[in-house]
């Protein structure tokens, strides 16, 4: 089996002092650390998804802006692959789907940012591709959200989308069961 990373959107806008902070991205940012350090470790193809939005009314990801950069602490090195996205799947529009058949590649982990959306599209998406999905948990963080009245913390929002991804989309574990021995 071929496998590759996929960060998606793991840029400043969500965390602190962005347009649009997630619940504790810090955290999740330096899980996707390791996982990047271990996929740059044995060689296996990394890919970096950014999104720059298109609608001139968003409030973050607007192109030109220090918010649309990728954070530091996961940022692409020389000879890493760099995609730009326009939409919450990062298949659509985007040339990945081939990028990772030319490559040949079957298992596919994913780690970024946004839980409840970006994150959760593109892992239904390369499931439906047929590509062996994994999503580390703790490589994920997703913001508070509210549904009529009701306000649902970012801890149970990407809780329940890590329950409704596993065993049906993709397999869901922390980093350190990726990343054990």
């Not at 991205?25 to 740059?40: H, I, K, M, N, T």
């Not at 760099?82 to 990028?99: A, C, D, H, M, Y």
């Amino acid at each position: 089996m071929i496998r590759a990373l996929l960060l998606v959107d793991i840029q400043l806008d969500y965390f602190p002092g962005g347009a649009f902070p997630l619940v504790d991205p810090q955290a999740a940012a330096a899980s996707a650390r390791s996982v990047l350090d271990a996929f740059r470790a044995t060689g296996d193809l990394v890919v970096h998804v950014f999104h720059v939005a298109t609608d001139p009314t968003a409030t973050f990801f607007r192109p030109e802006t220090p918010g649309v950069g990728f954070h530091p602490l996961v940022a692409p090195i020389e000879g890493e692959t760099v995609i730009q996205k326009r939409e919450p799947n990062s298949f659509i529009g985007t040339g990945l789907r081939e990028l990772l058949a030319d490559a040949g590649v079957t298992e596919l982990v994913i780690v970024g940012m946004m839980s409840s959306m970006c994150i959760d599209s593109t892992t239904r998406a390369a499931h439906e591709f047929g590509f062996d999905v994994t999503v580390v948990s703790d490589a994920c963080a997703a913001p508070d959200l509210t549904f009529g009245d009701i306000i649902i913390p970012g801890a149970t929002v990407h809780a329940s989308f890590m329950a409704a991804l596993d065993g049906s989309f993709a397999t869901v574990i922390p980093s350190t069961g990726l990343l054990k021995p």
